[in-house]
């Protein structure tokens, strides 16, 4: 797998016009049609700016190229009628060729969508770790786990949400971190009617855990809802208030008590008192509080 990572000096590299008629397209690969039309626009006005990519190990067998990268530029030369095409030739077997193929997709799309995670999912299903992944998105390899358990784990339409610009896909990656689907589908919905969002995301989770904890059969009932969710946030965050009050509450009460030890020590007539009845030492106090001295 190293020699993926190998760059070719330019002086080194070969080019060549080759007939379009002799690439083979090995993997070919959906694309958006208005993206092709403005490719075919341009190459028809400009030039092909960038080669093809194209193997020639097995031209002396087939009598064909085999197309690394560049269908889109190859398909606009066809629909312009044109009858060859520059290419940058090199010789690899099918595995490395494939390779080139998939890091020069992830260098063609764009950092933070769909099409990006899945041209990662596609390098570690031929096999590479997290780390050479890194090393070639240019990327951490905490990023890439993410990415990659999105594409693994994340529902249809929670990938398609992203893909249509519903959900930011920092959402959908902490989505896809919950295994299981209602749990996914309630938390979009909580998402398109702004209840939760990537701030609140462990909270809300973590209330309807507890929601499925408490339950008979230790799940969430079939016909949870979002207004349901929206009711346990509520209860939750009156508990939680309650709870500070009460805290609050005691905390006054502890602190009234400290200030009239602190005036009763500094009282000279208690302190002898004290004195001659050998109690030299004041109770020690936990945490962050402490006497005057």
């Not at 209330?207 to 809802?225: E, F, G, V």
């Not at 969710?229 to 509520?234: C, E, H, K, M, S």
């Amino acid at each position: 797998m190293d020699s993926a990572f190998d760059i070719t000096p330019f002086h080194e590299r070969r080019y060549q016009e080759i007939p379009i008629d002799k690439v083979k397209v090995v993997n070919s690969r959906n694309r958006d049609q208005e993206q092709f039309d403005m490719n075919v626009e341009s190459i028809d006005h400009v030039g092909l700016l960038k080669p093809i990519r194209v193997n020639d190990k097995f031209v002396e067998r087939t009598g064909e190229y085999e197309l690394i990268c560049g269908e889109g530029r190859l398909l606009a030369h066809k629909k312009l009628g044109r009858e060859l095409i520059k290419a940058e030739v090199v010789t690899c077997t099918r595995k490395e060729a494939h390779l080139q193929s998939l890091i020069e997709n992830i260098a063609r799309t764009k950092p933070g969508s769909m099409d990006f995670a899945r041209e990662l999912k596609r390098l570690y299903d031929e096999g590479w770790d997290f780390k050479q992944i890194a090393r070639i998105a240019c990327k951490s390899e905490h990023y890439i786990r993410d990415y990659i358990r999105l594409v693994e784990q994340g529902e249809e339409r929670l990938i398609h949400g992203v893909e249509q610009g519903v959900f930011p896909i920092n959402f959908a990656i902490q989505v896809a971190t919950t295994d299981d689907g209602q749990l996914q589908n309630i938390l979009m919905d909580a998402f398109d009617e702004g209840l939760v969002t990537t701030k609140n995301f462990a909270q809300a989770r973590q209330i309807i855990t507890a929601r499925a904890r408490s339950s008979r059969n230790k799940s969430l009932p079939a016909k949870y809802t979002v207004t349901q969710l929206r009711q346990d946030i509520a209860e939750a965050t009156r508990t939680k208030t309650s709870y500070v009050r009460e805290a609050k509450a005691k905390e006054n009460r502890f602190m009234t008590l400290l200030n009239g030890i602190n005036n009763l020590w500094q009282d000279e007539d208690f302190v002898q008192i004290l004195r001659e009845a050998k109690l030299f030492e004041r109770p020690e106090l936990a945490g962050e509080f402490h006497y005057e001295t």
